[in-house]
């Protein structure tokens, strides 16, 4: 009996050495990947902040330059209008950048570690400010259509651009490339801590501010997305009224444009297509 009490109680050890040994493998596992989706959040901030800046030096400060000659580029006013509050969206990803650095970076005192450290606390007082992107991105559109029309009209322009865009430092990527970098970095920020949420325990100190700041970026996406979608609409209703030639104003606060289409009118000789313009409140 003895002997095989004895037994049992090294089963039973031995069962708790591998549950042991199971659960500190998997915390080494969700520990190396925090490390590395924190290593890839400060490493595509810096390519990203890397990339904002080339924008700068090589478009908006000799742009802004020439707009102050008598022979202009671009007047100062279509400069603004093109890169629209690009410089605000540069400062706020410095600031960020700075501040992933003195937390991440190879100077960080101390050394980040991925089992104590916090980096969603950075990313929660930051996020809130990220709606100012929506203005950029409400822009986006038509900075593409003034470049392409500038392009085919502006030979100064297209010339500008052509010397620019060879510069070794732009990669062989156009200037139209480099502006959409602001429009891909709210997913990104969203993807990058969904992931680094996704592996970091539920009793690590960075937990809840990692998902306090998902939140507030997704409902700062929502909101970008939605502003974008007013802008656009009201972009529409403008150009509708425009193309009808009323003297109405179509733009009447909480009237909505839903839905546009062609429909036949049944005539007793013919069919006549008629254009239909279906808002909110009214039926054009």
């Known amino acids: 009996m003895m002997a095989e009490d004895t037994s049992n109680g090294t089963s039973t050890n031995s069962s708790i050495t591998v549950a042991d040994a199971n659960t500190e493998r998997t915390r080494m596992q969700r520990s190396s990947k925090r490390a ?22 090589l478009y ?39 501040q992933l650095e003195s937390r991440l970076g190879p100077n960080a005192s101390p050394p980040w570690d991925a089992n104590t450290g916090r980096v969603g606390d950075i990313f929660l007082r930051i996020a809130p400010f990220l709606k100012m992107y929506s203005l950029y991105l409400r822009n986006f559109r038509s900075a593409l ?3 392409s ?44 801590l969904e992931d680094l949420l996704k ?15 998902l939140r507030t970026i997704e409902d700062v996406a929502m909101f970008v997305n939605e502003n974008i979608q007013e802008h656009e609409m009201t972009l529409s209703i403008i150009e509708i009224q425009r193309m009808l030639g009323l003297k109405e104003s179509l733009l ?12 036949s009118k049944i005539c007793r000789k013919n069919h006549q297509l008629r254009n239909f313009y279906l808002f909110s409140d009214i039926l054009l």
């Not at 290593?39 to 700068?56: F, K, N, P, Q, S």
């Not at 908006?60 to 008598?70: E, F, K």
């Not at 007047?75 to 410095?94: C, G, H, T, W, Y």
């Not at 392009?151 to 156009?174: D, G, R, V, W, Y």
């Open 60 to 98: 908006i400060t000799p742009l802004l330059l020439s707009a102050q000659q008598p022979t202009a580029i671009l007047s100062r006013k279509e400069v603004r209008q093109l890169f629209a509050n690009f410089p605000d969206i540069i400062m706020l990803s410095r600031e960020l950048l700075s």
């Open 252 to 263: 009447v606060p909480g009237r909505r444009l839903i839905k546009t289409g062609t429909l």
């Open 199 to 213: 592996h970091t325990p539920e009793t690590h100190v960075d937990h809840q501010n990692i998902g306090d700041a």
């Open 145 to 147: 259509a003034d470049i």
């Open 149 to 192: 029309r500038w392009l085919s009209s502006n030979h100064e322009f297209a010339q500008f651009i052509q010397q620019a865009n060879s510069n070794p430092e732009c990669k062989s990527l156009a200037f139209q490339s480099y502006l959409l970098l602001p429009v891909q970095r709210i997913p990104r920020y969203k993807m990058l």
């Open 36 to 57: 590395n989706i924190a290593a890839e959040i400060l490493e595509t901030e810096r390519t990203y902040v890397d990339g904002l800046g080339l924008i700068e030096k």
